[in-house]
Each structure stands twice: as C-alpha cells, then as structure tokens.
C-alpha cells in the first residue's frame, strides 16, 4: 500500500481549452495528508475546472494527475477509490430520500455504513425526508455527507458552504479542519474568510492561471496605509525597512516590508512629522492581497 | 455494482408516477385487444371447427396481442430510457457516478438491466391474458415461448438504442422523441420495399419480429436483436466515456 507516503495528490501541468476559450492553463497542485489546501479566484476563474479534472470528471487536453501516487488517467477506477468529490452543483436525486441516497453513494464505492457522515453532517433528523422537500442548507450537507460516507483520503470539496447560514458554516468549517487533520482536503471558495479560517495552504487562480501559490501568513506581513494627503510613493519606499510600495484599491497604499522589518512605527512617525494626515494603518488583509493579484492587466 | 446502479434504477422507475401510468395505459390497450381478439374468436370457433387445418387459439389470440405489445413498446421504452442518461446530465447528478470507482460499461449496463428487469414484469403481464384462457382450453406453448422471447429480444434492442439516444442530449424529451423517431423509422423501413430478404428487412426489427410472431425461431433473428443490442449498448459506453 501507498499508505506511507505523504503526498497524496500530485497534479502536473493542468491544460484545459473549452472551444478557443482557455480555462486552465498550466497548473500544478500538490496537497499532503493532513493538509486543507484552499483553490482562491474570482469566478470563471477556473477552479471548477481544475476540481473537475483531479476528479476524472474532465480529461484535460494535457497534464498528469495522481491520486496517492496511483495515475488518474491510467488507473481511474483504483485512484477514484481514494476521492470524496461534492460538485458546484451537489449531484443529488432529488425524488430519493435521504438515507437511501447515502447508502448509494457509499455502495458505489464499495462502502456500507452511513451513520458516521449523517451524523457529522447534522443530518440524523432527515433521513427518511426527500431529498426534493430538503432546504438548500440540508441539501448542500448532504453534498457533502457524500462526499466523505466512504472516508476518503482526498476530500474535494468545490464551494462547500455555498447556501449555508453563518451557523452550519462554522460547523462545517469545523468539520472541513477535522477531515484534514488526518486526510487530505482540497476546497474551493471565493469568500476570503474561510481561507483564512481553515486553508492551511492557498492557490489563487485569476484567468485559469496560478498566481499565487504558498502559505497564507508569509502573504499577511504587508501593510495597508490610507493618507488625506498622499505623499509620492519614492517617498514612503525611501524610508528604512520598506522593500516595496504600491498603490492598491481605493487608493490605499500597500506596503511591503522587508524580512524582519516592521516599519509600521516608522510609518505612523513620518507621517505625523511631515503632515501626510494618516487616515488608517493595519496590517493588509487577504482581500487586499487578493484584489492585487486578480486585477485586470492594464 | 452493476446491481446497485440497476437496483437504484428499479427503484427510481416504480417511485415515479409516470412509470405507473403508462403501464396501466399499456396494460387496458392490451385488455382491450385480448378482449376483442377472444371475442371474434368465440365469434368464428365453430365455423373454424370445419376447416381442415383451423388456426388455434394461441394463434387467433396471444400472436396479435405480442405483435401489438411490441407495437406499444416501440413507443413506451424511449419514454422510460428518455431520463437515463439524458436527466443525470441535465441534474448534474451524473458527476455522482463518473467521480466514484466504476466504469462507464458498469454505469451503462446497470442502468440497462434496471430498465430491462421494470420491462420484464410489463412482459409477465401480457403473458398472464393469455394463460387465463388455460381455464378453458388448451394453448400451444412454443407459440407463446416464441412470442416472448421475440418481445423480451425486440424490448431489449429498443431499450438499448433509447439509452444511447439519451446519452447524446441534456432534454430528456428530445431523448423521447429521438428514440421514438429512430424506432418508428426502422421499423417502418421494410415497408413497400417487396420481397423480404431485401437489406431493409435485414435492418427492421419488424420482419425479424414476424417471425418470432409466427412461431419461427431463426438463430438469425436471435443474432439480429442481440447484436442491435449490442452496438447501441457499446455506442453508449463510448459516449459516456466522451461525457468525461
């Protein structure tokens, strides 16, 4: 068994064209056990795609995918055995009822108990409902009490809490961490929070290409500086500790800092001393990161 | 696994309404001519009692009830094959069966033996009109042997080329007026083109039912349905696997 090793899902060189319109293009995801890793993006951005093609929905026009070391175009039946895949769109049959859907979902993969994933999905009380008459909040759980009924160790997971109210978010969340403490979890989402909240890795495609790809901390050493009258920007990189200065949404200046430094006091002082007029000043949030990597090419 | 997707087949098949309905609808039209058929028999018996060869009541009665049950199945099974494929595309609950470890063989045989195991109690019920008249009379039972397999072979063919149908559209109703249509058309291809033999006859399942119909079982005809049902099951398979 292939049990031993860390790394469980390994994707090489993802290319996907619908028509002439390129989806994905060129990228490479790795995710190790024990790892929540967050796909980020506006959308159309191609995370859907990339979630179809590691799951052996789509063939992409080029790349290698492989699921604990086993490849999933070569050997899709013995590589799908180790995926839990919830959809954009959870694949439900709606005149089903709950309980008898789960046990299909777990039959298909060879699997018989359901009661596990009932329960950590909050849906003991349902079970004998249709899944037709089930709220959107129920149903998206039941998206993903599928996804997981046959305990995979790769859960993908394509936005999970669309739907949910902040409530069953949180638990969900929690249950996301929980999956990924000792499996491996790949989600998609465009809310910031919960990559903030849960991701232990992030990869932030914009226009089907990677952008970012790493740890969500070494991103949030940057800080954002609003000003009533804005100086030029040489004039903030000039001061000791500051690697690079840029102009970000609504004006704020983003500025990064070099390793070590944190000019924030340095900041506040010049500011005071020449008159700047310093509206705010906080360490940058992921949005702002975000909305700097994803903007339109000028 | 192949028993799980058709055991889910099944299922879905008898909770739907419209499964229902249109076999209480096949199930009176058939009533309705095995009535009629015995009445003219009843009608003509003693007259028939003076011919020197008289057609018997196998022949008079269950040989037009099957040809009209292959009739009727030729226009219901692309109703029940219409949301095979077509439905799990359009609901996108199809991503349910191409992410979990089977192969599109497994998905399509399933679904297809679930579909045939639904039609085969429709087909046990037009065996049951004729074997009340065992309460009166005697029947011949390699006529209604032949009849049977001919319509068990004949709703297989037309089962799997509905399936394939429905793999090539979202719109279930496209998927039924598709199958409909292609049936209807091969069927209708032996018309007008003279003596059998002729390569529409070869291609129409109509002429190769006849035979089963009259009592003639040809490993030809046997071969023809099997391998109709063969190619569209394939063509399916091959599909599903473009679906990915």
């Known amino acids: ?276 007029g310093l509206q705010r000043i906080n360490p940058a949030s992921l949005e702002a990161f975000f909305a700097e990597l994803t903007k339109e090419a000028p | 696994m192949i028993g799980v997707i058709a055991r889910k087949e099944i299922r879905t098949l008898f909770d739907s309404p419209l499964a229902w309905i249109i076999l209480a609808i096949f199930q009176v039209i058939l009533a309705w001519i095995f009535l009629a058929r015995l009445d003219a028999f009843l009608g003509v018996q003693a007259r028939l009692q003076q011919l020197l060869n008289p057609p018997g009541v196998t022949e008079w009665i269950a040989a037009p009830l099957f040809s009209a049950a292959m009739m009727i199945f030729l226009m219901i099974i692309p109703l029940f094959t219409m949301r095979l494929v077509a439905e799990e595309v359009r609901n996108q609950t199809l991503t349910l069966l191409i992410s979990a470890p089977i192969s599109s063989s497994t998905i399509v045989l399933g679904k297809f033996l679930g579909l045939m195991t639904f039609l085969f109690c429709a087909m046990l019920l037009v065996l049951l009109m004729p074997l009340t008249l065992l309460l009166g009379g005697k029947l011949d039972f390699g006529l209604l042997a032949s009849n049977f397999l001919g319509l068990l072979l004949a709703s297989a063919s037309f089962s799997a080329l509905g399936l394939y149908v429905s793999s090539l559209t979202r719109y279930p109703f496209l998927a039924a007026a598709g199958g409909v249509g292609a049936l209807l058309g091969l069927w209708a291809i032996s018309f007008g083109t003279g003596k059998a033999g002729n390569v529409f006859h070869l291609v129409s399942p109509s002429a190769h039912f006849d035979n089963f119909n009259q009592g003639l079982i040809n490993t030809g005809d046997i071969a023809y349905f099997l391998l109709f049902t063969f190619l569209f099951l394939t063509l399916s398979i091959w599909r599903l696997d473009r679906l990915k």
């Open chain 1, 1 to 276: 068994m292939m049990s031993d090793t860390s790394l469980l899902l390994q994707a090489r060189g993802l290319h996907l064209c619908y028509g002439c319109h390129v989806a994905v293009e060129n990228v490479s995801l790795e995710l190790k056990r024990g790892e929540v890793l967050g796909l980020l993006g506006p959308n159309g951005a191609g995370k859907s795609s990339t979630m179809r093609m590691i799951t052996g929905n789509i063939r992409p026009d080029s790349g290698k995918v492989s699921l604990c070391g086993i490849d999933l175009y070569d050997k899709p039946l013995q590589a799908k055995a180790r995926l839990g895949y919830l959809p954009e769109v959870p694949p439900l049959y709606r005149e089903m009822r709950v309980d008898d859907y789960l046990r299909f979902a777990a039959k298909l993969h060879g699997a018989k108990e359901i009661e596990t994933a009932k329960q950590k999905c909050g849906l003991k009380e349902v079970g004998r409902r249709l899944i037709g008459s089930l709220s959107k909040g129920y149903q998206q759980r039941l998206g993903i009490a599928q996804a997981i009924v046959h305990d995979p160790e790769i859960v993908v997971l394509d936005e999970p809490t669309s739907g949910l109210d902040p409530n069953q978010i949180r638990e969900i969340r929690a249950l996301i961490r929980e999956i990924g403490n000792s499996r491996g979890v790949i989600l998609s989402t465009h809310i910031l929070s919960e990559v903030e909240s849960i991701c232990d890795r992030v990869e932030i495609l914009n226009h089907g290409k990677q952008v970012y790809s790493g740890k969500i901390e070494a991103k949030k050493g940057f800080i954002e500086a609003g000003f009533r009258n804005p100086p030029s920007i040489e004039e903030i990189s000039g001061i000791e500790g500051i690697d690079k200065v840029e102009i970000g949404p609504g004006g704020l200046f983003l500025v990064h800092p070099r390793d070590g430094f944190d000019p924030t006091d340095t900041l506040i002082r010049f500011a005071q001393e020449r008159n700047w």
